[in-house]
């Protein structure tokens, strides 16, 4: 099971972190991805975290404001993303992935909405 | 990296076949045999499909099936059924841990 923390309104230029906790997995076997949708729009891939040995890698359009990490000790990944503007208004989406980040995303979070409003 | 290419919309009727293409280019679909597609009913979270191009997670129906040919990845929806609308998003591993995904398809039950 993955579970995501709850939704967050943020004002422009503020942070956000979503945490990613999972359960019935032996979590430093995988690693964890963050996928976001923008309302009405398709899925956009944001980056990925290795629980296993930290591994990541950020999608060029989010490198410098984007920070993904893991804490073994809780199962939990957590995905912080900085300078907030309003097109970051999406719903957040964390998966699991395999520990060197190659093949698919299952299974998925249930999602955490992010509004970002003056 | 741009977007993988997929048809805006497919519709069928029930009991018909669909295909949902998934173009790229010979740096990711073409290149890597690591395309996955989601499934996405609304306001649902994405499911897990088709992964590796072929195979189907357990607990997939067998009406689902993928296949690709070159730069292009296809999912095929066969006996199509009211349950199968939804939004379909193919991925695609692009080398160094990245991904990108396609655009999406609704797919229309009529």
């Known amino acids: 099971q993955v579970v995501q923390s709850g939704a967050e309104v943020k004002k422009p230029g503020a942070s956000v972190k979503v945490s990613c906790k999972t359960s019935?997995?032996?979590?430093?076997?995988?690693?964890i991805t963050w996928v976001r949708q923008a309302p009405g729009q398709g899925l956009e891939w944001m980056g990925w975290?290795?629980?296993?040995?930290?591994?990541?890698t950020y999608a060029q359009k989010f490198l410098g404001r984007v920070t993904m990490t893991t804490d073994t000790s809780t199962s939990t990944a957590h995905m912080e993303l900085r300078s907030l503007r309003s097109d970051d208004t999406a719903m957040y989406y964390c998966?699991?992935?395999?520990?060197?980040?190659?093949?698919?995303?299952?299974?998925w979070g249930q999602g955490t909405q992010v509004t970002v409003s003056s | 990296q741009s977007a993988l290419t997929q048809p805006a919309s497919v519709s069928g009727s029930p009991g018909q076949s669909i295909t949902i293409s998934c173009t790229g280019t010979?740096?990711?679909?073409?290149?890597?045999?690591?395309v996955s597609w989601y499934q996405q009913h609304p306001g649902k979270a994405p499911k897990l499909i088709i992964y590796?191009?072929?195979k189907r997670p357990s607990g997939v129906s067998n009406r689902f099936a993928g296949s690709k040919s070159g730069n292009t990845a296809s999912l095929t929806i066969s006996g199509l059924q009211a349950e199968d609308e939804a939004d379909y998003y193919c991925?695609?591993?692009?080398?160094?841990?990245?991904?990108?995904f396609g655009g999406g398809t609704k797919v229309t039950v009529l």
């Open positions: 998966a699991l992935i395999s520990a060197v980040g190659l093949g698919s995303f299952d299974p």
């Open positions: 019935g997995y032996t979590f430093t076997r995988y690693g």
């Open positions: 975290v290795s629980a296993y040995n930290g591994d990541k």
């Open positions: 010979n740096s990711d679909v073409g290149k890597y045999n690591l």
């Open positions: 590796e191009v072929t």
């Open positions: 991925c695609s591993f692009v080398g160094r841990t990245t991904y990108v």
